[in-house]
């Protein structure tokens, strides 16, 4: 039978008073909403959330005339006084949503912890949905309390480190492989080879959902830093070149000096946003140092979602302000590149552009190896200004690589062609970048990046960003 609006307001008033007398109950009645929450469709919890967000908030009718008690106090000493404080009480109480103190109650229930997790995540996918609205702003300021409220969940004291192999739970294990969404998991032999000999998989739970992976972490155990996803992933690397069988579980651990991260999957959108800090993936360097203290290089084998993207942008953006004459704020493509260029694409300016617009938007590019060459250079340098330059808010635009940095990571090295497939073509031209961690230096890395915005590289990088500086040196120049 389909709730109704009154249903909906009864049940939670009950649950709410409940919570408010004391009531032995309480515990059923929350139980009693997460239930029915839970058995509603989309459009339904649309409706269950509009009343708890619009007659369930903070006490309106209070706060104006509290907030005109609290700015009567003038003098700096009455303001220290008792009766200022508690005005400050009971402002503070009057602006707290009724629906804050349900959540609390939620999150101390068996299973509770989940469902505010999933219930932020509904609430995230409508605001993706919907047009800014009254009611827009009641979901957006809910969201906002679920997200502290979540957040404190899910600090580290909470947070436990766990190595999944092949003999883990069956059901711990399907979900690793269900949520898999950078590399998904193609065969069954594909996936015992992730549980396998020279891998390691770690996933980090909540003490109150150890049953449910929230970050998901694959790591190869190699000789070298790898370049390329694909033969990391399907060509048994790390069991072949060490002798060993991939249905078997000898490791020559003497053998081992790299260690590759080349999944890190966030499972559970109700996290978005949320930031975890600079220590899960330092408390999985301190676990493989434990155990290959030898281990020479640790890093990720990392995408780089969003690139083409920019750059397609990037480029109609330039070719605009090249019909209008105008000049672009930086350049793309220097006099040089568009030279090499023209066998292909024309030698006027416009044309030329046009043409590599469409080529890097459909991919025809790809189909002409002399070109190929000839866009290598460049869309490497580009890429390297996205990584490095590109900001969104003084940080990294480029999501992953803000993610590696906090966590104190450097840019280590850009690899051409390291993901030949469709996804990677769509992502970054086939592009995927080394984000290296030095133990020791880690926490300083990412003070550096989180505090002054500073992003470490190595001298694999340096010529690109020397480049990118000689490019902008030489156009401000002749601009003046």
């Keep these: 039978m389909k709730p109704s609006e009154d249903n909906i307001r009864q049940l939670i008033a009950e649950a709410y008073q409940s919570l408010e007398n004391g009531s032995v109950h309480t515990e059923v009645k929350i139980k009693e909403v997460c239930s029915l929450y839970s058995s509603l469709t989309s459009s339904e919890k649309l409706l269950f959330l509009h009343v708890l967000g619009t007659e369930f908030s903070a006490d309106h009718n209070s706060v104006v005339p509290l907030a005109a008690q609290v700015g009567a106090f003038h003098d700096i000493q009455d303001r220290e006084s008792e009766a200022f404080l508690r005005l400050e009480e009971r402002l503070k109480a009057a602006l707290t949503p009724k629906y804050h103190k349900l959540f609390m109650q939620i999150g101390r229930n068996d299973g509770g912890v989940k469902f505010l997790v999933d219930m932020r995540a509904d609430i995230l996918v409508i605001l993706s949905q919907i047009n800014a609205s009254q009611e827009h702003y009641y979901l957006k300021s809910m969201c906002g309390v679920l997200k502290e409220m979540v957040a404190l969940l899910f600090a580290p004291d909470y947070l436990q480190l766990t190595r ?14 269900e949520y898999e969404a950078i590399n998904p998991i193609r065969s069954v032999d594909d996936l015992k080879r992730r549980f396998g000999p020279y891998r390691r998989c770690y996933i980090f739970t909540q003490s109150r959902m150890s049953s449910e992976p ?113 000049s672009a704020h930086t350049v793309l493509f220097t006099a040089a590149e568009l030279k090499n260029l023209a066998p292909f694409y024309g030698s006027a300016k416009d044309t030329c552009l046009d043409g590599l617009h469409k080529a890097l938007k459909d991919h025809s590019w790809l189909k002409m190896m002399d070109l190929v060459q000839v866009l290598k250079e460049p869309l490497m340098r580009l890429c390297i200004r996205y990584l490095y330059i590109e900001k969104r808010r003084g940080y990294a635009l480029n999501p992953v690589a803000n ?26 031209f086939g592009m995927m970048v080394n984000y290296r961690y030095i133990p020791g230096e880690t926490e300083k890395y990412s003070r550096e990046y989180i505090e002054n ?28």
């Design 214 to 326: 929230v970050i998901v972490l694959h790591t190869a155990l190699t000789q070298e830093i790898s370049s390329n996803i694909q033969t990391l992933i399907n060509n048994d690397a790390g069991f072949s070149e060490f002798g060993a069988q991939s249905n078997g579980h000898f490791e020559d651990t003497s053998r081992i000096t790299t260690a590759v991260f080349y999944s890190i999957t966030s499972t559970q959108k109700g996290l978005q946003g949320i930031e975890f800090g600079n220590y899960l993936i330092p408390r999985v360097i301190s676990e493989l140092m434990q155990e290959f203290p030898r281990l020479r290089h640790i890093v990720s084998l990392s995408p780089l979602p969003g690139f083409r993207d920019w750059l397609v942008a990037e480029l109609g953006k330039l070719k605009h302000l090249n019909q209008i004459g105008e």
């Design 164 to 177: 999944v192999q092949w003999e883990s739970p069956g059901d711990v294990i399907k979900k690793i492989s």
């Design 453 to 480: 915005k500073l992003i470490e590289i190595s001298d694999n990088v340096l010529p690109y960003v020397k480049a990118l500086q000689e490019i902008s040196r030489k156009d401000a120049h002749k601009k003046s």
């Design 403 to 428: 993610f590696h940095l906090r966590n104190g990571a450097m840019v280590w090295q850009l690899n051409w062609m390291a993901d030949p497939s469709q996804r990677g073509m769509n992502a970054a």
